[in-house]
T-cell receptor, first 112, second 111 residues
Framework: EPEVTQTPSHQVTQMGQEVILRCVPI?????FYWYRQILGQKVEFLVSFYNNEISEKSEIFDDQFSVERPDGSNFTLKIRSTKLEDSAMYFC??????????FGPGTRLTVL | QKEVEQNSGPLSVPEGAIASLNCTYSDRGSQSFFWYRQYSGKSPELIMFIYSNGDKEDGRFTAQLNKASQYVSLLIRDSQPSDSATYLC???????????FGKGTMLLVSP
């Protein structure tokens, strides 16, 4: 069964550094998403992406964040200058239409 | 502010019992409702979705939706220790692609 994959599984970085989190959505899906979950808190929407552009973003997704689909398979989330409060699990999800979303295993980001 | 509320639990049930998980939402216009299961340290795993009022059954799972009461529930029959996890309710307005999640209810099934 096709799955969303994410790399790396764990990323440790210093505050102020840039990180890129990578995702490979399910191959025939057209809608891509990033969510994050701070330890002990709920899953929060960051951004959705369709047809090579952002379709919706939350208040969390400020200028330090960006997303890109650099080729036909990868979907990336870049955090330009990481802060301590960016430490969280970051989940990529994809859907065929704007309905059921399937989540990848996540990347645990630790900012020191 | 769209809110999804769940009792954080833990909800403890013995093996073989029915577990009932509840969720309320604030946005009356919401159209799609999802239940995800999340094991500790893992990602959300889709269990069921429901769009229409009433019940929807899939194996041991039944989702129930009451839009008038803004209430959605998940019943797990014949609960197993492997069902022990946090169950996340998620709601999606029809015109948007985002999901709004509740904080989840932790379910503990004892052998």
């Amino acid at each position: 069964e096709p799955e969303v994959t994410q790399t790396p599984s764990h990323q440790v970085t210093q505050m102020g550094q840039e990180v890129i989190l990578r995702c490979v959505p399910i191959s025939n899906h057209l809608y891509f998403y990033w969510y994050r979950q701070i330890l002990g808190q709920k899953v929060e929407f960051l951004v959705s992406f369709y047809n090579n552009e952002i379709s919706e973003k939350s208040e969390i997704f400020d200028d330090q964040f960006s997303v890109e689909r650099p080729d036909g398979s990868n979907f990336t989330l870049k955090i330009r200058s990481t802060k301590l409060e960016d430490s969280a699990m970051y989940f990529c999800a994809s859907s065929k239409r704007t309905d059921t979303q399937y989540f990848g295993p996540g990347t645990r980001l630790t900012v020191l | 502010q769209k809110e999804v509320e769940q009792n954080s639990g833990p909800l403890s049930v013995p093996e073989g019992a029915i577990a009932s998980l509840n969720c309320t939402y604030s946005d009356r216009g919401s159209q799609s409702f999802f239940w995800y299961r999340q094991y500790s340290g893992k990602s959300p795993e889709l269990i069921m979705f429901i769009y229409s009022n009433g019940d929807k059954e899939d194996g041991r799972f039944t989702a129930q939706l009451n839009k008038a009461s803004q209430y959605v529930s998940l019943l797990i029959r014949d609960s197993q220790p492997s069902d022990s996890a946090t169950y996340l309710c998620a709601v999606k307005p029809q015109e948007y692609s985002t999901l709004t999640f509740g904080k989840g209810t932790m379910l503990l099934v004892s052998p």
